[in-house]
């Protein structure tokens, strides 16, 4: 077998299937497609274009998770857009002490998949209905609707990751339950049309990104809790 690969074979691994949550909108869109073209065909093209992005946004590709203990990982895909020392908030139920806050914003042309930073058990999983700010707004944390849930792993330790609602986003979905156990990398939500996920580190983690770095979630490592590095410094070039 040849080890070359043709450009059918370059474009199959550049798809990712959709997510089962897709579906629905996927055939939405398809139906209007089909109305549109019978009633005026320039108007079914644009329903073609407004449905091969519904298919883009629900993409859900697969990711290659490192496994080794102390690593947490990114749970979506986007900028880093905030990195800061703050008190979580009180509904996380994490105590006072201040922790590091990762904040990664998804523009509309990302993944909205969101994978569990680290594994362990869900042990808690709260809703707070709020605003629809702009989402990388520092404020969006308190002031906008969102969804957390906190993962306990089985040494004790504790992170959270928020999922915030932004301008366009109206929805946020969530697989997990409290109680339930979970793996690192593996699928735990989802925000559609845009939005923000925050971490909140364990007390004393060093973040291990940087503001406006780009995240690839599942993959990308916030945080190495065996590690004796400092907060990294960065630069773009």
């Known amino acids: 077998m040849s080890d070359r690969h043709s450009l059918l074979d370059t474009i199959t691994d550049t798809l990712a299937p959709v997510h089962r ?4 909108f996927v055939a939405i ?3 209007a497609t089909l109305v549109f073209f019978f009633v ?6 644009i329903g073609a274009l407004i449905t091969a992005w519904i298919i883009y946004f629900f993409r859900d590709p697969d990711r290659v998770t490192p496994l080794r203990d102390g690593l947490i990982v990114a749970p979506a895909d986007g900028r880093v857009s905030l990195i800061e020392k703050v008190r979580p908030p009180i509904e996380l139920g994490l105590g006072e002490e201040e922790r590091v806050r990762v904040s990664i914003f998804l523009s509309v042309f990302d993944v909205h998949i969101q994978r569990a930073p680290l594994a362990g058990r869900i042990a808690r999983s709260i809703y707070v209905p709020g605003a629809f700010l702009n989402a990388e707004l520092d404020k969006a ?3 906008n609707e969102r969804r957390t849930i906190v993962i306990e792993t089985a040494s004790g330790l504790s992170v959270a990751v928020v999922q915030i609602a932004g301008l ?3 929805r946020i979905v969530t697989f997990v339950a409290e109680g339930d156990s979970i793996g690192v990398g593996e699928r735990f939500g989802l925000i559609r049309f845009g939005s923000r996920v925050d971490t909140y580190l364990p007390p004393g983690a060093f973040p291990a990104v940087a503001v406006g770095q780009r995240a690839i979630g599942g993959e990308t490592v916030l945080a190495d809790l065996r590690s004796v590095e400092p907060e990294r410094e960065a630069r773009r070039h």
């Open 21 to 24: 949550d897709g579906h629905k």
């Open 29 to 31: 869109g398809l139906i």
């Open 40 to 45: 005026w065909p320039p108007l079914g093209w």
């Open 141 to 143: 944390s308190e002031e």
């Open 168 to 170: 366009v986003a109206r």
